[in-house]
């Protein structure tokens, strides 16, 4: 009999009995829903993540100085000052490094005509968006000469013009920062939350400003160093090391006196966090698409037991036992396939509804969808395959006179 | 001599149940040329059903040989044995047997389907078949909407569709009333006119007086 043929066959059956093979496919329909939408939330999940990771700047690697050592005591990691405006920029002459910003940062109170608030003020040089991953909205930001003239002008993070009530047309215009008068110079576009500070909520003046005019020192708080290449992260690492180490003058035996964190590192972590959520979701998903399963079996081999007679004619009429172990067979991958179909549909519409909703961010990917639909095709065959097989071996007399 | 569509030599059928063998058929010899109207009488339990299993290959002997259509069943199995009742033998039942929620047209399609004719070829077969027995009105109908008569005409035109060499009636009148029961003797007649061989099982011995020749059958022995 060709696959036609089969099918033919098992949808007029299914036809016969609507209510219960709906029944039958709801199992199956739940489980493929939910396999679709967990996981298109975990996958969700995931892609924000990685999102917003990298949001923070790409191929990042962050220099911080290392501890105070006074006497027996030794200081927290970053309480050195180690790390110079002159370290930053031989840092930037290394050749797998593509941009450099040290940064110097406090509080203080910025004010505009009545308006005031108080953010981070941030001290750094003209590749601050390349490292940190920021867009100009309005202006533009920081140049080198703004950087060595030590002129007074200001770039507004998103929140924090919003917040002086600062539009586009406010470049140009002047703010107080700790009372001194800033050049509006630029507006950043809003980047969002990364992790738990608002990098839209700061003002980013010329480090060498914030040199002169509030700290009074020399030091940068830290480096932010954007490498070339993902692949080259391990070896600008070993560089900027060995670099370092023989700018402070280090002993071959003498600890580091800054640290070097990598950002791909946490991404990974993140990502594989995420990756750990979605296989967890996806499973608990899968175990009711397995119980949709045993729904089919059960449901062919109450069937089977029905339908003793009619095998049992078809035996007599010329039906070879794999006629009969295909009948079946396809009968149950039918129910076990439209379910899955109609599972996918479900699942999708659940995401929809849950993005909408719940604001969740929700990753669909066609692979999760075949998957899914796949999967619901074998567990139609695995446990289809045991009441077809029960229906092949019927011996035609005892089925004809079955009852 | 005419060439035998039936050939038993000495076919004997235990059934085992527990310990005890329960001999059901004994010795049985039986030839039906081609073209003949057999009718095998007994009362029930007398092994006729055990022999129409043996001939109908749904059942094999315990020794001895049968030969259907020179084929013997020894030599073939469970799919041989299949495809030997789907090309060879007609059935028709005492309970019709048709299949439920399935047309008259679609069941009697149905042999055909086993033996890989096209959807349209079948039915237009089975169509013709139901035609030929008075049926063109009823192709569509579903087995609980056919008269007694109506869906037995319909299970033997299930038996003819595939032009078997042999029809094998069980009890074909069992399930009628004493009417219509010899309209179907009467269609198995003519039927065996036109050149159809026929092996009938009864134990009416009123209904055995159709067949051109009787054989009986008591405690598994086939007298002549």
Redesign the interface.
Known sequence: ?TLL?LL?LAFS?LA?SRLRSALTMLGVIIGVASVVALVGIGQGTSSTITARLSGLGTNLLTVTPGATQNGNTRGAQGSATTLTLADASSIRGLANVAAVAPELSGQGLVTSGAVNTTTTILGTTSDYPAVRAYTIAAGSFLSDLDVERQLRVAVLGATTAIDLGLGSNAIGSTIQIGGLPFEVKGIFAAKGTATFQNQDDEVVIPVSVVQKYFVGTKNVRTIGVSVASQDSMDVATAEITSLLRERHALASTATNDFSIANQAQLLQTASSISATLTLLLGGIASISLIVGGIGIMNIMLVSVRERT??I????????????ILAQFLVEALTLSLLGGLVGVVVGLATSAALSQLGGLAIVLNPVTLGVAVGFSALIGVLFGVWPARQAAVLD??AA?RYE | MTTSIVSLRRVTRLYRTRDIEVPALVDASLEVAAGEFVAIVGPSGSGKTTLM?VV?C??RPTSGTCAIDGTDVATLD??GL??L???TIG?V?QSF?????TTALENVA??L????VG?RDRRARAARVLDRLGLSDRIHHEPPELSGGQQQRVAIA?ALV?EPALILADEPTGNLDSHTGADMLALLRELNREGVTIVMITHDPLVAASASRQVHIADGRLVA
Do not use: C, V, W
Request: charged share 40%; hydrophobic share 30%.
């Open positions: 009999m043929e033919r059956r016969t007679r009619e049992g004619i078809r035996k007599a009429i010329g039906a070879r036992r794999r006629d035609p007399i004809l | 299993n109908g749904l059942d469970d799919d299949a495809r009742r789907s090309h059935f039942f047997n048709l299949l439920p929620r149905t042999p389907l086993y033996q890989g959807r299930r595939t």
